[in-house]
């Protein structure tokens, strides 16, 4: 089994401060720049899980480069470097507490809801006659407020955010249109690689100038839902399971051994197997989404890789 970065106890040059994540530890620097550190940590259901997967941060990472460079023109991103296979630097802005979640099938959590018989999702209506992963006649947006570390997000509509002042009417304009602008891309660069990008979520922020701009991740595995499009028509005629790529096998797996992060239940015990599976799954989707072969870091010493890898970025 690799060795795996879990926590995180840097002192970067100039740090002011550090908060830990679900699965990222974002570092405040001065010159208003922040440094996050993508971790292997595995968060589901809002609980982060007791092993990290192999190689996972760097993946995330990677994609989440790769997708703010291939959408730039389209929507600003805080990103300026990469100097580690980790870690991510760019510019601090004053995050909206809310998650820009886009779904363009019905599956995931959408779906959990349906077969409980709502048909309202965040304000927006689903309609009638659907089953589990048919395509919404257009993309909705349902969003989620953000979560601290240990509780749940939660659905809210689009007027209540409103209505409660989280997001002016202003601002949230701009994000549905990033939203849906940031989807289309998504989409289409999953089907040149013969996927479908099923759902994601966005998150922005406003930088100190006032530009609004995307932060976080984009299109990784933990953000997004992918099925396989060969095949998927067919699979939906006869009643058969998608072949997707994204978090929801975990996600599936913790259900089918009783636990959905809910008061009494207990993480199940990951095998070394079962962690290594992940990392693979993991590893497949880089490869698919990206077209490009993984290459995996040098992890017999993360926390020094990352140390000399950033301290070369900043006296270069």
Same mark, same amino acid.
């Given at each position: 089994?690799? !060795?795996?970065?879990?926590?995180? $106890?840097?002192?970067?040059?100039? +740090?002011?401060?550090?908060?830990?994540?679900? =699965?990222?530890?974002?570092?405040?620097?001065?010159?208003?720049?922040?440094?996050?550190?993508?971790? $292997?940590?595995?968060?589901?259901?809002?609980?982060? /899980?007791?092993?990290?997967?192999?190689?996972?941060?760097?993946?995330? !990472?990677?994609?989440?480069?790769? /997708?703010?460079? $291939?959408?730039?023109?389209?929507?600003? !991103?805080?990103?300026?470097?990469?100097?580690?296979?980790? =870690?991510?630097?760019?510019?601090?802005?004053?995050?909206?507490?809310?998650?820009?979640?886009?779904?363009?099938?019905?599956?995931?959590?959408?779906?959990?809801?349906?077969?409980?018989? *709502?048909?309202?999702?965040?304000?927006?209506?689903?309609?009638?006659?659907?089953?589990?992963?048919?395509? #919404?006649?257009?993309?909705?947006?349902?969003?989620?407020?953000?979560?601290? /570390?240990?509780?749940?997000?939660?659905?809210?509509?689009?007027?209540?955010?409103?209505?409660?002042?989280?997001?002016?009417?202003?601002?949230?304009?701009?994000?549905?249109?990033?939203?849906?602008?940031?989807?289309?891309?998504?989409?289409?660069?999953?089907?040149?690689?013969?996927?479908?990008?099923?759902?994601?979520? @966005?998150? #922005?922020? *406003?930088?100190?100038?006032? =530009?609004?701009?995307?932060?976080?991740?984009?299109?990784?595995?933990?953000?997004?839902? @992918?099925? @396989?499009? $060969?095949?998927? +028509?067919?699979?939906?005629?006869?009643?058969?399971?998608?072949?997707?790529?994204?978090?929801?096998?975990?996600?599936?797996?913790?259900?089918?051994?009783?636990? +959905?992060?809910? *008061?009494?239940?207990?993480?199940?015990?990951?095998?070394?197997? @079962?962690? +290594?599976?992940?990392?693979?799954?993991?590893?497949?989707?880089?490869?698919?989404?990206?077209?490009?072969?993984?290459?995996?870091?040098?992890?017999?010493?993360?926390?020094?890789?990352?140390?000399?890898?950033?301290?070369?970025?900043?006296?270069?």
């Amino acid at each position: 089994m690799s !060795n795996t970065i879990i926590k995180t $106890d840097f002192h970067f040059p100039g +740090q002011k401060n550090v908060y830990h994540g679900k =699965v990222r530890s974002v570092y405040t620097l001065e010159n208003n720049q922040l440094l996050m550190v993508a971790t $292997d940590r595995l968060s589901a259901f809002d609980v982060v /899980m007791p092993k990290g997967i192999p190689y996972k941060g760097q993946i995330l !990472n990677q994609i989440a480069t790769k /997708m703010m460079q $291939d959408t730039q023109e389209l929507v600003p !991103n805080w990103l300026t470097a990469t100097p580690d296979p980790n =870690v991510a630097i760019g510019e601090a802005c004053d995050p909206f507490k809310v998650e820009m979640v886009i779904r363009g099938y019905m599956s995931g959590h959408a779906a959990r809801e349906y077969k409980a018989g *709502k048909r309202i999702l965040c304000g927006v209506a689903m309609p009638e006659g659907m089953k589990e992963n048919d395509k #919404f006649p257009s993309a909705i947006i349902t969003p989620a407020t953000k979560a601290e /570390m240990g509780d749940h997000d939660e659905d809210i509509s689009r007027e209540d955010i409103l209505k409660l002042g989280i997001v002016s009417r202003q601002d949230y304009v701009v994000l549905e249109d990033y939203t849906r602008a940031l989807f289309e891309r998504g989409s289409e660069i999953a089907a040149q690689r013969g996927l479908i990008l099923v759902d994601t979520k @966005y998150e #922005f922020g *406003k930088t100190k100038d006032g =530009v609004i701009v995307l932060i976080d991740e984009i299109h990784t595995p933990d953000s997004s839902r @992918y099925f @396989y499009a $060969d095949g998927y +028509q067919a699979r939906q005629d006869s009643g058969e399971a998608q072949k997707q790529l994204s978090k929801e096998f975990v996600r599936q797996w913790l259900i089918q051994n009783n636990f +959905q992060g809910l *008061k009494g239940q207990t993480v199940p015990h990951m095998s070394d197997e @079962y962690i +290594q599976s992940v990392s693979n799954r993991y590893i497949e989707l880089y490869e698919n989404i990206t077209g490009e072969t993984f290459i995996k870091a040098d992890v017999s010493d993360i926390d020094t890789r990352i140390e000399n890898n950033v301290s070369k970025y900043f006296n270069r």
